[in-house]
């Protein structure tokens, strides 16, 4: 089973406008990480945060994660058409986690027009 | 530095037939991870080697799937027979050393099985 869902499945924003995507999960986790994947493409990893971390910025992205609700979020602020991709979150398992294994939601498909 | 290269990018074969897939991970990466990713789903974890040997095979097809890491650095993935069901991408990823860290992804094969 899933143990990253990515909510919601699908968004379509105008360039320049703010892109939110959630993430849910549902064990105890060590790190949590976002990834995106252009159409046809390897994932590119975008950000990592780590359990005892909050909020997270890089450039455009800010995560934030609320362990208590088991939850994260991925905003992506003045969005550009070279933003259109699938965005993922991936979890560890926590403390059964053996060797840094990854699990996958199914991702937020992410439409930017220009 | 060299990215994760794989090959071949696209792959058609009729089902009951075998396929190889090949991927170089980036040098000095001791954790390879092997992908499945059917159209329209994240990735999901089929075999995850830490150098030459194996640390979670849990989700690998072992009747038809076979992966090896021969010498701790190029892996083959072969899958044999294939079944119709097999048609998705399969991404193959490796990182420093595996414990909750980044993954860095090569472009994927994309296998049809007809």
């Known amino acids: 089973s899933q143990q990253g869902e990515e909510d919601p499945q699908a968004l379509s924003i105008q360039e320049g406008e703010n892109a939110t995507m959630n993430c849910s999960y549902k064990?105890?986790?060590?790190?949590l990480q976002w990834y995106r994947q252009n159409s046809g493409r390897g994932l590119v990893h975008l950000i990592l945060i780590r359990s005892n971390e909050r909020e997270k910025h890089s450039g455009r992205l800010r995560v934030t994660l609320d362990t208590s609700k088991k939850s994260s979020s991925l905003l992506i602020t003045a969005s550009r058409a070279a933003d259109t991709a699938s965005y993922f979150c991936a979890t560890d398992a926590g403390i059964y986690n053996q060797g840094g294994k990854l699990i996958f939601g199914q991702g937020t498909e992410l439409s930017v027009k220009p | 530095e060299a990215g994760v290269a794989q090959s071949p990018r696209y792959k058609i074969i009729e089902k009951r037939q075998s396929v190889a897939f090949w991927c170089n991970p980036i040098s000095g990466h001791a954790t390879l991870y092997w992908y499945q990713q059917i159209l329209g789903q994240g990735p999901k974890l089929l075999i995850q080697?830490?150098?030459?040997?194996?640390?979670?095979d849990s989700q690998l097809p072992k009747d038809r799937f076979s992966a090896e890491r021969l010498k701790g650095v190029d892996s083959t993935l072969k899958i044999q027979p294939a079944k119709l069901e097999d048609s998705a991408v399969y991404l193959c990823?490796?990182?420093?050393?595996?414990?909750?860290?980044?993954?860095?992804f090569g472009p994927g094969t994309r296998l049809l099985v007809l």
């Open positions: 064990t105890s986790i060590n790190n």
């Open positions: 990823a490796s990182s420093f050393h595996g414990l909750q860290e980044t993954q860095y």
């Open positions: 080697f830490q150098n030459n040997g194996v640390v979670d």
